[in-house]
C-alpha cells in the first residue's frame, strides 16, 4: 500500500505527535455551524483523529458516525466525546472499505484525504459518493501543503498537497456539484492553508 499505513498513524496518536492537531474545532466548521450552513443531520467524519470536531458536532445535535483505522485516535475521540457530554459513533475502520448501514445527510471532510497518499485517492472519493444520498453536501477542507520538491514531481506528505485542480478533477463535475470561486481560505497552525469547499452529491 502507498503511503503511511495504521502503525504509522497509530504511533503518531500514542505518541502525540500530531502537529496537525489545533486542539480545538476548526474555525471553519464553528463558521458553518453559526452560519447555518450546515444544520443538524447524520454526517459522517472521515479521519476523525483527536475528535474535536465530532464532539462539537454530536453537542450541537448532529448524527454523527466517526471513524479512523487508529485504535490510539479512536480512543481519543471517545474520550473527546466524554469531557463533552455528548455521544457519537465511534469506528475503527479503513474508510475505503467501511460502508455505512443508511446514507448520510453530509460528510466533514477535513483531515482524511491530506492523510491519504494520492494513489488512494480516487477509492477515497467514490467510498465518499456512495455514503451520501443524492442532494447531500461534502463539507471539504483541502490542505494547501505544496512542497518544493513537487516542481520535480515528488509526492510528499502526509499532508498531502490538495491542489484544488487535482480536487476537481477527483470530484468531478459529473457526480459533483461546485460552488464558484473564490473559496475561503483557512489559516493552519502548521503554516498551512486549507480552502472550505462544499460540494453537492449529485
Not at 453536501?137 to 498531502?160: H, K, M, N, T, V
Amino acid at each position: 500500500m502507498a503511503g503511511p499505513d495504521r502503525e504509522f498513524w497509530q504511533d503518531k496518536f500514542e505518541q502525540r505527535r500530531t502537529p496537525w492537531d489545533r486542539g480545538a474545532p476548526s474555525p471553519q466548521l464553528v463558521a458553518w455551524l453559526d452560519s447555518g450552513a450546515l444544520a443538524p443531520c447524520r454526517i459522517a467524519v472521515p479521519g476523525c483523529g483527536a475528535g474535536h470536531e465530532v464532539a462539537l458536532l454530536a453537542a450541537r445535535g448532529f448524527e454523527v458516525v466517526a471513524l479512523d483505522y487508529a485504535r490510539a485516535a479512536v480512543e481519543r475521540t471517545r474520550a473527546a466525546l466524554a469531557a463533552a457530554g455528548a455521544s457519537a459513533r465511534v469506528v475503527e475502520a479503513d474508510v475505503l472499505d467501511w460502508r455505512p448501514d443508511a446514507p448520510f445527510d453530509a460528510v466533514y471532510e477535513q483531515t482524511c484525504v491530506c492523510a491519504l497518499h494520492p494513489d488512494r485517492w480516487i477509492g477515497y472519493a467514490a467510498a465518499l459518493h456512495a455514503w451520501l444520498r443524492p442532494g447531500a453536501r461534502l463539507f471539504a477542507l483541502f490542505a494547501q501543503a505544496a512542497r518544493s520538491g513537487a516542481a520535480d514531481g515528488f509526492i510528499e506528505g502526509p499532508p498531502y498537497h490538495c491542489d484544488i485542480h487535482a480536487m476537481r478533477a477527483l470530484f468531478d463535475a459529473a457526480r459533483w456539484e461546485w460552488p464558484k470561486p473564490p473559496y475561503p481560505r483557512v489559516p493552519h497552525p502548521m503554516g498551512m492553508a486549507e480552502l472550505a469547499v462544499v460540494l453537492a452529491r449529485r
